[in-house]
């Protein structure tokens, strides 16, 4: 009988790239996701469902799973109330953390290097941001736990089905202005910087072999694929494939004409986006077996992307923001 895996978030950026590589793997699929799907694989089923501690119970209630791996983003009281569920159920957790958790002390980053919940000095960023910071919470959750099953990931941003990220601009404003033939804002602060950016499915190659081994447990891995390219390159790309235009812009003005100016844009930007983000990816390597050969290239894996995107797709801009950048460029050509 085959090990089974439950997948929470199994259609999604990473969920739907980690599937495939279980199931090659030999390993039969749950996936739980929010989407209609359907499945052809024998050895994959899909739950459609919104995730909570009694939909989760009436799964385990069927048995133990050998692994599973957990897409979803907690708080660290939600998570407080949630890892132990997990980890009482599984052979092997995989826990989804991020590469935005460490801090810009150390170059290139390793997974030793210090996070921002541990040197930060800022008491209203540590109180109030709700990515890194919960991140490396949960993480601090499952080392002061008593378990011993699991394995910390830390992927960097991945690009995917219909997600493309150019500094802090998504997919709907990337891909939807230049559909529509306007220019977008760039912080130009950003341009030479090293890109925290790979693609998803290198990142589930790599997350489905930590999962098979016993020898990753409470162990924390970054996941990439150590290639280094700078926003810059990444935005030439986009002007090549599919006609972005960017405006390159100092940060001030691109927070405030292309961003809704929350603190957690700001944050992503200041605290990510324009730092170097070059990674050592050489303890994953060593774990999963993989080398940079059994890697497909950002540009390649983009370019695979774009070209199975429906060309009737609707990209939605955010309204407000594009508003914004409107003003700005017209102001501009006046």
Not at 56 to 64: D, Q, V
Not at 122 to 145: G, P, Q, V
Not at 212 to 232: K, P, Q
Not at 304 to 324: G, H, M, S, T
């Amino acid at each position: 009988m085959k090990k089974k895996v439950l997948v929470i978030g199994a259609t999604g950026a990473l969920g739907s790239y980690v599937v495939p590589e279980l199931l090659e793997l030999g390993f039969a699929v749950d996936g739980i996701t929010l989407d209609e799907v359907s499945s052809d694989h024998p050895d994959l089923r899909y739950i459609t469902g919104r995730v909570d501690d009694a939909m989760l119970i009436r799964l385990f209630e069927g048995g133990r799973y050998a692994g599973i791996i957990d897409f979803m983003h907690y708080s660290a009281d939600a998570y407080e109330s949630r890892h132990k569920l997990l980890l009482e159920n599984t052979d092997h957790l995989i826990f989804l953390s991020s590469y935005r958790t460490y801090a810009d002390l150390e170059h290139p980053i390793r997974e030793t290097s210090p996070s921002f919940l541990d040197s930060s000095t800022d008491e209203y960023f540590l109180a109030n941001e709700t990515y890194a910071i919960w991140k490396s919470k949960c993480e601090r959750i499952l080392r002061a736990s008593k378990y011993d099953n699991y394995t910390i990931v830390r992927p960097l941003i991945s690009s995917s089905k219909r997600r493309y990220d150019l500094i802090t601009t998504g997919a709907g404003d990337l891909i939807g202005r230049a559909r529509e033939n306007k220019p977008i804002l760039l912080p130009i602060e950003a341009r030479d910087k090293v890109a925290g950016l790979g693609w998803a499915g290198n990142v589930g190659k790599m997350m489905a072999r930590l999962l098979a081994s016993d020898d990753t447990f409470c162990e924390a891995y970054t996941l990439g694929s150590g290639e280094i390219h700078t926003w810059g390159e990444i935005a030439d790309f986009y002007v090549k494939r599919i006609g972005v235009q960017p405006i390159w812009v100092d940060t001030a003005t691109y927070l405030k004409y292309a961003t809704d100016g929350s603190d957690a844009v700001r944050w992503m930007l200041e605290c990510d986006r324009l730092l170097d983000r070059t990674i050592d990816n050489s303890k994953v390597l060593a774990a999963t077996g993989l080398a940079m050969s059994d890697f497909v290239d950002v540009y390649t894996a983009m370019d695979r992307e774009l070209a199975e995107l429906p060309e009737d797709y609707r990209w939605r801009p955010n309204p407000a923001v594009a508003a914004k950048m409107d003003e700005f460029i017209k102001t501009c050509k006046e």
